[in-house]
């Protein structure tokens, strides 16, 4: 790492309060009916948030709808305690697959190295499926969003190596010059 990179962290916000939305239509039907529905992406990265000593604020599951993923992640956006957003699911190249499509008009800034160097790592790990998912992050009103497929694999993939160790750092670039504070 470089000697900037390393200042720049340094001054960065050692936890980090995420808001964790996994979208997924069946589950979400599923609970909507009142019968148990397990989230193994959305509880794995929650574990390994927390391991990283992030906080989390917000869990909420919604459908392959762009309205309502909209209204979450800008219900996201507006939670004070929230500074970095983590959704699971709806990034693959099916129809019902939406995320991307809603959540990129909403990005102030987009951050391309984040879905590059995921389909990268995930290259490595599943091979040429890779090319499937469209993962994005990006950053809304100081606060980073990251977009990920719903397997539980990919958010593994992408908690530990990218997420737990970049988010706080991304937010603090976010917030430069802005008197909102990353530290909040």
């Known amino acids: 790492m470089s000697r900037t990179a390393a200042e720049h962290k340094a001054r960065a916000p050692q936890r980090l309060g995420f808001?964790?939305?996994?979208?997924?239509?069946?589950?979400?039907?599923?609970?909507?009916?009142?019968?148990?529905?397990?989230?193994?992406?959305?509880?794995?990265?929650?574990?390994?948030?927390?391991?990283?000593?992030?906080?989390?604020?917000?869990r909420t599951m919604i459908p392959d709808d762009m309205r309502?993923?909209?209204?979450?992640?800008?219900?996201?956006?507006?939670?004070?305690?929230?500074?970095?957003?983590?959704?699971?699911?709806?990034?693959?190249?099916?129809?019902t697959d939406v995320t991307v499509e809603t959540v990129s008009p909403m990005l102030e800034k987009e951050i391309p190295g984040f879905g590059e160097i995921f389909r990268g790592i995930s290259y490595e790990q599943i091979g040429s499926a890779?090319?499937?998912?469209?993962?994005?992050?990006?950053?809304?009103?100081?606060?980073?969003?990251?977009?990920?497929?719903?397997?539980?694999?990919?958010?593994?993939?992408?908690?530990?190596?990218?997420?737990?160790?970049?988010?706080?750092h991304i937010v603090e670039h976010a917030r430069e010059g802005s008197k909102t504070s990353a530290r909040s």
Request: proline share 3%.
């Open 68 to 95: 309502e993923i909209k209204e979450a992640i800008q219900a996201a956006v507006e939670n004070q305690r929230v500074q970095a957003i983590l959704s699971c699911g709806g990034t693959g190249i099916a129809p």
């Open 130 to 168: 890779a090319i499937l998912t469209r993962a994005i992050a990006g950053v809304i009103h100081g606060k980073a969003v990251f977009c990920l497929p719903g397997s539980p694999q990919a958010v593994e993939l992408a908690v530990r190596r990218l997420i737990a160790t970049e988010a706080a």
């Open 19 to 58: 808001a964790i939305l996994t979208i997924s239509t069946s589950r979400h039907r599923k609970a909507s009916e009142g019968k148990a529905v397990e989230d193994t992406s959305g509880s794995l990265a929650e574990k390994l948030l927390e391991n990283a000593g992030h906080k989390i604020i917000l």
